[in-house]
């Protein structure tokens, strides 16, 4: 079946910009995460979402970044007033519950300039 | 607070000799324990699990690890090295809830020798 699937795959913005980022999880998955890997770095935890509800913010890197779910289906990120520090992969996971497996999209690759 | 450390940012072997890579992890209750692969411009793969079944967990490609509650440690290993086993492997831990997602390490960089 299909995986997890992000959009879009690599995305250029100058700083200043805001970008919005797309993820559509495994249909049937209720878990939803999203994280940050930086260059040369692991993977850092951003949020998460059980459901449409995200119950916890505050892996959240700053105030302009910001989440959403609907329809327990797709989530976006949303990152405002990019920096260059915000240049990163971001990847998306979903799972049928929590503390399942994660299943992880291709990332979306983000260059502030 | 969780955390994870992998031992070498980059482990080199040389293709048909044994894989080891390590894994130590901090957590307050019972951990989940992952490792993930990623090979060059793709997504991580899920390559085992532990959720405190059985010790020794075989995943796919031939890796297994072994969770050491006493050296809390979660090392992977494979018996003889594959060229298409270079990639970056990631280990990584839950607690119990999943609030915090899954803690990750730095990754290591597996490199195979012809």
């Known amino acids: 079946g299909a995986g997890v699937s992000q959009s879009p795959s690599n995305k250029v913005t100058e700083k200043g910009k805001d970008v919005e980022l797309r993820c559509d999880p495994i249909?049937?998955?209720?878990?939803l995460y999203w994280y940050r890997q930086r260059l040369g770095q692991g993977l850092e935890f951003l949020i998460y979402?059980?459901?449409?509800?995200?119950?916890?913010k505050s892996g959240l890197p700053s105030d302009r970044f910001s989440a959403e779910r609907t329809g327990e289906s797709v989530s976006t990120l949303t990152i405002q007033r990019t920096q260059q520090e915000d240049s990163a992969v971001y990847l998306c996971?979903?799972?049928?519950?929590?503390?399942?497996?994660?299943?992880f999209g291709p990332g979306t690759r983000l260059t502030v300039t | 607070a969780q955390s994870v450390t992998q031992l070498g940012s980059h482990v080199s072997v040389s293709e048909g000799a044994l894989v080891l890579l390590r894994c130590n992890y901090s957590s307050s209750v019972p951990p989940y324990l992952f490792w993930y692969v990623q090979y060059p411009n793709q997504g991580l793969q899920l390559l085992l699990k532990?959720?405190?079944?059985?010790?020794l967990v075989k995943g796919i490609n031939g890796f297994e690890a072994e969770f050491k509650k006493s050296e809390t440690s979660f090392h992977l290993t494979k018996p003889s090295a594959h060229m298409s086993d270079a990639a970056e492997y990631f280990c990584?831990?839950?607690?119990?809830?999943?609030?915090?997602?899954?803690?990750f390490g730095k990754g290591t960089h597996l490199i195979i020798q012809p």
């Open positions: 249909s049937g998955h209720t878990a």
């Open positions: 996971a979903s799972s049928p519950k929590i503390l399942m497996e994660q299943y």
């Open positions: 532990y959720t405190s079944a059985a010790t």
């Open positions: 990584a831990v839950s607690e119990g809830g999943g609030a915090d997602g899954l803690t």
């Open positions: 979402f059980q459901g449409n509800s995200a119950p916890d």
